[in-house]
């Protein structure tokens, strides 16, 4: 059996483990529903300070070769504020060079401590720690207690947890920083291109009618002018899919409750097939089929009605139908585009949603595959093709798009589309 002695030890031990097990915790949760990072490091330095019984604590970002006080607390934080310390210099610079944790028993006197507001501050005993990326010093977490304060090895284990959560929280920030910087610049670029594009189209579009007009135009010159435009219209159009792709790749889609049917019906409505082929269109729309979409869904369903037209080897028959299914409780909507005579091999179709198939593989104002894909994805679906006739792609194609529905009826009963 334990003695009492043995026993009061092994509760004092169990209490310290505890201790530091809450105060990770907490440090560990601190800043968890801050939206910024300036936010989380404030959530972090106030946990830490409160924890610790610090009178000074504060963080230094490396900027080059030098580290500047950007956030503290307590008696002098004012004067520090903005304070910089080369790196290899002082108490923080010296942490930044070795990558190490320090610790001074009395900052008054001992040299390596030389910024001038810790000293008129009153600060004693210091310890701080770095804050590493990568294994490379983004900056230091140091703090400071007025009275005598001897180091421990708990509240070190606890500074080092916090300067990961900090560390981490500057990482993300300024990764997030640079990317809105290359957005904004890549977005000003396809700003330019659209802009100088269009406008030497409408040059050359000109050009090209001014041809047109004179009398008595040979046949095949009229036809080969026509194809130039043609190709002028599709050089556009790359752009504004680039544009799109930019949009949805950056998750910038507004999303907005919108009625299925009246997509579906829109998207028929403008689509346009060559004159020497016969093309019917079924689809009967219902009432209160709502969705969370982008009107770019609109544009999905151009895509695979055009692209069922325009790749058939000759007439077409396209028949949309819209199911309801349920997945783990979730309601989603199942819309179908069957052709008849889309012919897609098996092995193709593994590779049709791709990116290697191209921003301008599409013709005309349908998308690629691909950003039809991305399209149904950041909306939460899926997207695939199948063959109309099991086992035989030569009898035409089924693309099905799956979008989570929302289970209301809000618009009223419209008439069947028949084209």
Same mark, same amino acid.
């Given at each position: 059996?334990?003695?009492?002695?043995?026993?009061?030890?092994?509760?004092?031990?169990?209490?310290?483990?505890?201790?530091?097990?809450?105060?990770?915790?907490?440090?560990?949760?601190?800043?968890?529903?801050?939206?910024?990072?300036?936010?989380?490091?404030?959530?972090?330095?106030?946990?830490?300070?409160?924890?610790?019984?610090?009178?000074?604590?504060?963080?230094?970002?490396?900027?080059?070769?030098?580290?500047?006080?950007?956030?503290?607390?307590?008696?002098?934080?004012?004067?520090?504020?903005?304070?910089?310390?080369?790196?290899?210099?002082?108490?923080?610079?010296?942490?930044?060079?070795?990558?190490?944790?320090?610790?001074?028993?009395?900052?008054?006197?001992?040299?390596?401590?030389?910024?001038?507001?810790?000293?008129?501050?009153?600060?004693?005993?210091?310890?701080?720690?770095?804050?590493?990326?990568?294994?490379?010093?983004?900056?230091?977490?140091?703090?400071?207690?007025?009275?005598?304060?001897?180091?421990?090895?708990?509240?070190?284990?606890?500074?080092?947890?916090?300067?990961?959560?900090?560390?981490?929280?500057?990482?993300?920030?300024?990764?997030?920083?640079?990317?809105?910087?290359?957005?904004?610049?890549?977005?000003?670029?396809?700003?330019?291109?659209?802009?100088?594009?269009?406008?030497?189209?409408?040059?050359?579009?000109?050009?090209? /009618?001014?041809?047109?007009?004179?009398? !008595? @135009? #040979?046949?095949?010159?009229? =036809?080969? *002018?026509?194809? %130039?435009?043609?190709?002028?219209?599709?050089?556009?159009?790359?752009?504004?899919?680039?544009?799109?792709?930019?949009?949805?790749?950056?998750? /910038?889609?507004?999303?907005?409750?919108? !009625? @299925? #049917?009246?997509?579906?019906? =829109?998207? *028929?409505?403008? %689509?346009?097939?060559?004159?020497?082929?016969?093309?019917?269109?079924?689809?009967?729309?219902?009432?209160?089929?709502?969705?969370?979409?982008?009107?770019?869904?609109?544009?999905?369903?151009?895509?695979?009605?055009?692209?069922?037209?325009?790749?058939?080897?000759?007439?077409?028959?396209?028949?949309?139908?819209?199911?309801?299914?349920?997945?783990?409780?979730?309601?989603?909507?199942?819309?179908?585009?069957?052709?008849?005579?889309?012919?897609?091999?098996?092995?193709?179709?593994?590779?049709?949603?791709?990116?290697?198939?191209?921003?301008?593989?599409?013709?005309?104002?349908?998308?690629?595959?691909?950003?039809?894909?991305?399209?149904?994805?950041?909306?939460?679906?899926?997207?695939?093709?199948?063959?109309?006739?099991?086992?035989?792609?030569?009898?035409?194609?089924?693309?099905?798009?799956?979008?989570?529905?929302?289970?209301?009826?809000?618009?009223?009963?419209?008439?069947?589309?028949?084209?």
């Amino acid at each position: 059996m334990m003695g009492k002695h043995e026993d009061g030890g092994l509760q004092e031990q169990l209490n310290k483990a505890s201790e530091i097990v809450n105060m990770v915790l907490e440090i560990g949760m601190s800043g968890a529903r801050a939206r910024h990072a300036e936010e989380q490091l404030y959530d972090v330095l106030q946990t830490l300070r409160g924890n610790l019984n610090a009178d000074f604590i504060t963080i230094l970002l490396r900027e080059d070769k030098n580290l500047a006080a950007i956030m503290g607390f307590g008696e002098g934080w004012e004067t520090a504020e903005g304070f910089i310390e080369p790196i290899g210099q002082g108490f923080a610079g010296k942490i930044a060079e070795t990558k190490e944790h320090l610790y001074v028993h009395d900052a008054r006197v001992d040299p390596i401590v030389i910024s001038p507001y810790i000293k008129s501050a009153g600060i004693r005993s210091m310890l701080g720690v770095p804050l590493l990326y990568g294994g490379e010093p983004v900056g230091v977490l140091q703090l400071g207690w007025k009275g005598t304060h001897p180091f421990s090895e708990m509240e070190l284990k606890i500074l080092n947890v916090a300067a990961e959560r900090c560390a981490s929280a500057i990482v993300i920030s300024r990764m997030c920083e640079i990317n809105d910087d290359l957005n904004a610049q890549a977005c000003m670029y396809l700003d330019i291109i659209e802009h100088d594009l269009k406008n030497l189209n409408k040059v050359m579009h000109e050009d090209l /009618d001014s041809v047109l007009s004179i009398p !008595d @135009l #040979d046949r095949d010159v009229k =036809d080969t *002018i026509e194809g %130039v435009k043609r190709d002028l219209r599709e050089s556009e159009t790359i752009v504004d899919n680039v544009r799109v792709l930019y949009h949805t790749l950056n998750e /910038d889609l507004p999303i907005e409750t919108m !009625d @299925l #049917d009246s997509l579906i019906q =829109d998207a *028929i409505k403008e %689509v346009e097939w060559p004159e020497t082929k016969n093309v019917g269109i079924h689809y009967a729309p219902e009432m209160g089929r709502v969705v969370n979409g982008t009107i770019l869904l609109k544009d999905v369903f151009y895509t695979l009605v055009n692209n069922a037209i325009m790749c058939s080897r000759g007439d077409a028959v396209i028949d949309i139908s819209v199911g309801k299914v349920h997945v783990d409780r979730q309601p989603f909507y199942i819309v179908s585009v069957i052709d008849d005579s889309q012919a897609i091999p098996d092995d193709v179709k593994e590779e049709l949603f791709d990116f290697h198939f191209g921003v301008s593989q599409a013709h005309g104002k349908a998308l690629p595959l691909f950003l039809v894909k991305l399209i149904v994805d950041r909306m939460g679906g899926s997207i695939m093709v199948e063959n109309r006739v099991p086992g035989d792609y030569r009898r035409g194609s089924v693309f099905r798009v799956v979008l989570p529905a929302i289970e209301a009826a809000v618009i009223p009963e419209v008439e069947p589309v028949y084209r």
